[in-house]
């Protein structure tokens, strides 16, 4: 996907597994930046990375030496810190003239609901913890000018790299039991293509909510079977978790902001790429 080099993005948690994939993706076209937390020898050669923890260190001066025009967040860790982080880095932004915030949220700003899948104009709602962090950092990215932000809600986001592959891995490994949910209605996401969809959206200036999911619907029980059974689990055992006797669905799905239908994709493509 061919991008001028006009963009200067700031990548905060390029370490993780969805931030490293988004600059690998990223760093071949734009002068690309990122965060990292753990002390690691091939990040303190690179001049583009930079270490931060949000927990001791003002984002402020990251910011002005990079000044970037678009800053993607993909932070994890203490909610209080990355609240105060998201709160300075909303600051930065509104001040600046040509810089905008990418940040991803997830499907749980949703998980109060349990009936439907969730649109973009949907009012969040959540009763965990992580879903109502979520809320209150969309909120204050919310207070910005319109065209000066990006939420991206990502449903559950596998690779073969990725934390939940690698706990499956490790569980199948082990002969420990894995959890499934037999009655939760999802979608799901690789970071390879979370990777192409915000360089579209970059690369298209584009701005507003947008639900990044498989465009079908799969029972938790039935893609995490599929999942184990790629990564050689065939004898795996399983535990069988009952939150409701109804189906639930916790799934996030466009309604406004769709994508081009190559980068649009459904659960056999993610389990496909996985391994």
């Not at 990040?43 to 678009?70: A, G, M, Q, T």
């Not at 700003?109 to 979520?134: C, M, Q, R, W």
């Not at 420990?176 to 690789?190: G, K, R």
């Not at 902001?257 to 493509?269: G, R, V």
């Amino acid at each position: 996907m061919a991008t001028l080099k006009k963009h200067r993005v700031l990548i905060l948690g390029v370490s993780g597994f969805l931030g490293g994939s988004i600059y690998r993706e990223l760093y071949p076209y734009l002068q690309t930046f990122g965060t990292y937390r753990t002390s690691i020898v091939s990040h303190e050669k690179n001049r583009h990375f930079y270490k931060y923890n949000f927990e001791e260190d003002d984002i402020f001066e990251i910011l002005n030496s990079v000044k970037p025009s678009i800053v993607i967040s993909s932070l994890r860790g203490d909610f209080s810190a990355q609240f105060i982080a998201h709160k300075h880095l909303c600051e930065y932004v509104n001040n600046t003239r040509n810089c905008k915030i990418i940040f991803l949220s997830s499907a749980n700003v949703f998980d109060a609901y349990s009936k439907f899948p969730s649109y973009e104009n949907d009012t969040t709602l959540s009763n965990s913890i992580y879903g109502h962090f979520k809320i209150r950092i969309e909120q204050l990215i919310l207070k910005l000018p319109q065209k000066k932000h990006a939420i991206i809600r990502l449903p559950m986001v596998f690779g073969a790299q990725s934390p939940r592959n690698n706990e499956i891995k490790t569980l199948i490994k082990l002969n420990e039991p894995i959890e499934l949910f037999p009655n939760l209605i999802i979608n799901v996401n690789s970071g390879k293509k979370v990777s192409q969809q915000l360089h579209y959206i970059i690369n298209r200036n584009k701005y507003g909510t947008y639900h990044l999911g498989s465009t079908d619907l799969v029972c938790h029980d039935d893609f995490i079977k599929e999942l184990v059974n790629k990564l050689g689990g065939n004898k795996s055992r399983y535990k069988m978790v009952y939150t409701t006797n109804e189906s639930r669905y916790l799934a996030v799905l466009p309604k406004y902001n769709k994508l081009p239908k190559h980068l649009q994709l459904n659960s056999d493509h993610v389990l496909n790429n996985l391994i």
